[in-house]
């Protein structure tokens, strides 16, 4: 019986390309490869130099190759691994340019101690490594199909999803710049727009827009494809329990845990999800 979700119909490739499990391994084995090898390279590069400015770049970066890899690798430019691969392009190339530009007027804080130490700063890059990979893989699994379904629901709602979370990381990143560039707001934390409703709107857009992406690249998937669902569970989990929000909200009771009103921000705003658990 068929669903809304079903309504797409199959068009096979006239081309005779390899069967996709044995490319969609290539490019996965190629894809680990190529991440790792660069993240161990510029790593090496920034621990002689104990510089973090590199770091984002090298991370965003890679996302951007590896998308565009994967995508020249299969051969195939269907409309769905062409968007898709755009969307990660407009991602990586809009974050890469801000962290960068970031970490040139003002060093990054997280990597004070971890630059110090080259084995502590190994892991930091190796993590990046893990992350880009895992998040990547409904992408690159994507790319690697040889078949083609013409676009249908998912592919719509998921690009929409998408674009509702990149405008949210975008717009968020950008009302903080603007906050942080007023000499009044100096030491001052930001409460104010997509900021009055989640402490952590940026990384809440980051965690849905990888969302969308999987749902509109599962409009291809079968059996045990389903299980890169775990992706954009990772990408949740490493922001909300590993490396950026408890980082962050760490950071912010060192900084402003003695000022009332940021206490009363803390319990009235939720960390991630906006609205859910606000208290008037």
């Known amino acids: 019986m068929e669903t809304l979700f079903d309504v797409e119909n199959d068009v096979t490739s006239s081309n005779s390309t390899p069967g996709k499990g044995t490319l969609d391994g290539n490019i996965l084995a190629w894809s680990v490869g190529i991440d ?65 530009s970031r970490v040139i007027s003002a060093p990054d804080r997280r990597f004070d101690d971890a630059k110090k130490d080259p084995k502590v700063y190994f892991i930091y890059w190796t ?38 979370g990149f405008l949210m990381e975008t717009i968020s990143d950008i009302q903080k710049t603007i906050f942080k560039k007023n000499p009044d707001n100096a030491g001052k934390f930001i409460n104010t727009g997509l900021w009055s409703i989640s402490r952590h709107p940026n990384y809440f857009g980051e965690i849905v827009l990888w969302i969308g992406l999987w749902l509109s690249a599962s ?3 079968t059996d045990w494809d ?8 990772f990408v949740w989990l490493l922001i909300s329990k590993i490396s950026g929000i408890p980082i962050l909200e760490r950071q912010g009771m060192t900084k402003w845990g003695e000022d009332p009103d940021y206490l009363i921000y803390i319990k009235k705003v939720p960390v991630l999800i906006p609205f859910i658990g606000m208290k008037k």
Request: with cysteine.
């Open 36 to 100: 790792f090898a660069i993240q161990w390279v510029v790593f090496a590069i920034s621990a002689l130099l104990k510089t973090e400015k590199f770091y984002d770049l090298t991370g965003s970066g890679t996302f951007i190759l590896l998308a565009v890899l994967s995508l020249v690798l299969n051969g195939e430019y269907y409309v769905r691994q062409c968007v898709q691969t755009g969307l990660v392009v407009v991602w990586g190339l809009r974050l890469g340019i801000f962290l960068f």
């Open 127 to 164: 993590v990046q490594a893990v992350w880009i990979f895992a998040t990547l893989v409904p992408t690159l699994m994507l790319n690697a199909e040889t078949k083609d379904k013409s676009l249908g629901v998912r592919d719509y709602i998921g690009w929409s999803i998408w674009l509702i």
């Open 219 to 221: 409009s291809v998937m």
């Open 226 to 233: 389903y299980f890169s669902v775990l992706s954009p569970i």
